[in-house]
């Protein structure tokens, strides 16, 4: 007995001590790679400003890239919008910095951050600096951020295949597919455009989801081919038949028609960079990369005394937690600090949300009405500011957006699945309910509705309907009658929703961002004597490689982000949506645009 005793406790001892140390190289681990996640890039004295679009991503708000998330097969360093277009004005007036040299192909940026970064090139030029863009396989998007650049230069190889075609969206319907599994949506809406809900429930688009559907590409296109035809001075209507009778699909015809200016190899394009930055042979010649060139020279300015508070509201609205999505309670919590802080003197709520949950968006809408009483409320629209998204922020003192921003989108619908036949026919699982009274079982999801059940959703619906035309127009100074002929669910493009008073100006972050700081009482803007703060705050490298080991990504999500797959996914997986009120402002689905 005694020496079971010894060994048992050896054992655990033993134990004790293996934890104890690989508690300590765990942590090791963690120190090591924090460490050099947060080292600074080392800079050329002087070069060529690259933007391989392959190897960086603009979006909002920078996302931290770990070492660790590289070996998980992360390609792209994030990089946000604002440092984004900060580091394209610095270089303009760095002598360090020759020239940009763009690669917008492979780019995972949304088209209204495109369109934002384009503004900036745009910019970069008028220094006197060029702009040289190299193409291999373009498309409409890509084509549309080379267009700004002083010259195009395109790869001649036989494998080089443009792929300009315009726009388009693929809408995907689920009825049959649900029909066979034995799922019946019960879909209740106010507004005849509100297609939310549809996709479940028809197997072909109605006539208004066809009609707001094709006003949208449309309206994008025109602001894609109209910005090219201007920077390339080319007739939009000859444009437009080339595009129509596919007669851009070669490097060749893309040099016939004027829409680059140089066939080359890569050994030819490195001789003429070198040229162009006055070196005498490639090998000589220094490339800075963006992603480090704007975490260098891009940096907040903790010393100044104001601040532009920026407020992030990316995501789906929800009522619950949820880090990457705009929680009703958690922005709340952020909007009302800000409000309390002294020291930020404006905000920008940057949204860039297809809406949600109705109860969290009037949550957030509520302590922004309050924010605004003290302080400045610029809002200002990335590629989604629709429904919930338009909800939180109409109130503003000023609203901007992108062309290509989809908003609007005002409209409500609830929507209930009844799993009965899938419950009976297919899985054979009978089920009761006991209830204290006639219509506990509501929305269980076991039965369909009744008449009185239906009714009384479809009040609900309309009365929040009513609310958020209210909402509209007390925050846009509209009359209600006017609000409602252009609600109704509709979905209209940034450049549409100017012209219905949705918005009041076409214009970037840094557009906003400089209203603000006018809105303050200042005449000029200094941004040297502003510190613009973003929110919610990025975590720390150590939190962004927790939540790595802890595995918080969902694979599926991630394999199907950005394709058309996307939306079968969230169709499936938002079946039961939140199991609360069922009532949502929110868009159909996050189109996916293939341009």
């Known amino acids: 007995m005694k020496d079971f005793t010894r060994t048992l406790l050896a054992v655990i001892c033993g134990l004790f001590i293996m934890g104890i140390i690989g508690f300590f190289m765990f942590m090791g681990i963690i120190g090591s790679l924090a460490g050099m996640s947060t080292a600074q890039p080392v800079l050329p004295k002087s070069g060529v400003l690259t933007m391989d679009m392959s190897k960086i991503a603009i979006q909002e708000q920078a996302t931290e890239m770990t070492p660790l998330a590289a070996i998980q097969g992360a390609t792209a360093t994030s990089v946000g919008l604002w440092d984004a277009v900060q580091a394209i004005k610095m270089a303009a007036a760095d002598p360090a910095v020759k020239y940009i040299y763009l690669k917008p192909e492979f780019s995972i940026t949304e088209l209204s951050i495109g369109e934002e970064v384009r503004k900036a090139l745009n910019d970069f030029r008028k220094s006197g600096k060029p702009v040289v863009a190299y193409l291999e396989d373009p498309t409409a998007g890509n084509y549309f951020m080379a267009s700004v650049a002083d010259k195009i230069y395109m790869n001649g190889n036989a494998g080089a295949s443009p792929m300009i075609t315009g726009v388009s969206s693929q809408l995907i319907f689920l009825k049959d597919i649900l029909d066979k599994l034995g799922i ?59 595009v129509d009778n596919l007669q851009l699909g070669s490097a060749k015809e893309m040099l016939e028609h004027h829409l680059v200016d140089e066939i080359v190899t890569r050994e030819e394009l490195k001789n003429s960079l070198a040229t162009l930055a006055s070196v005498e042979k490639p090998s000589e010649l220094k ?151 006639q219509h506990s079982d509501l929305l269980n999801q076991f ?45 209209w493009t940034g450049s549409e929703a100017l012209g219905i008073h949705l918005v009041d100006e076409i214009g970037t972050l840094e557009d906003a961002i400089n209203y603000a700081i006018i809105s303050t009482g200042t005449e000029t803007v200094e941004l040297s004597e502003w510190c613009i703060e973003g929110y919610p705050k990025k975590p720390s490298s150590i939190e962004t490689i927790l939540e790595m080991f802890g595995m918080s990504t969902n694979p599926i999500e991630k394999a199907v982000a950005g394709t058309p797959f996307r939306n079968i996914y969230h169709a499936f997986k938002n079946i039961g949506m939140d199991g609360r009120s069922n009532i949502y402002a929110r868009l159909p689905y996050e189109y996916v645009f293939n341009y």
């Open 447 to 491: 039965r369909p509705l009744d008449k009185k059940e239906t009714a009384y959703m479809q009040n609900q619906v309309e009365n929040i309907y009513h609310a958020f035309v209210g909402t509209v127009s007390q925050g846009r100074g509209l009359e209600p009658d006017f609000v409602d002929s252009i609600a109704q669910g509709r979905v």
């Open 184 to 242: 019946n949506m019960q879909l209740i809406r106010h507004g005849k455009y509100k297609s939310a809900g549809e996709m479940y429930i028809k197997n072909a688009p109605s006539d208004e989801n066809l009609e707001q559907n094709q006003a949208m590409v449309k309206s994008l296109w025109n602001t894609i081919s109209t910005t090219i035809c201007a920077s390339r001075q080319i007739d939009p209507e000859q444009f437009n038949s080339w």
């Open 287 to 437: 490339f800075i990369p963006f992603a480090d060139y704007a975490s260098v020279k891009v940096a907040a300015n903790v010393k100044a005394k104001k601040k532009i508070a920026v407020i992030y509201a990316e995501g789906e609205i929800v009522p619950t937690e949820g880090k990457d999505q705009i929680s009703g309670d958690r922005f709340s919590d952020i909007i009302s600090k800000v409000r309390a802080d002294s020291s930020v003197k404006a905000v920008v709520l940057r949204v860039n949300s297809p809406g949600g949950s109705v109860l969290a968006a009037d949550k957030i809408k509520t302590e922004l009405d309050l924010l605004k009483k003290d302080k400045p409320l610029i809002a200002s629209y990335g590629s989604y500011a629709a429904s919930g998204g338009y909800w939180i922020s109409n109130n503003a003192d000023k609203i901007f957006t992108d062309a290509t921003t989809l908003t609007g989108s005002i409209g409500v619908f609830s929507l209930i699945p009844d799993i009965s036949k899938l419950q009976k026919n297919v899985l054979h699982i009978n089920s009761v309910s006991v209830n204290s009274n």
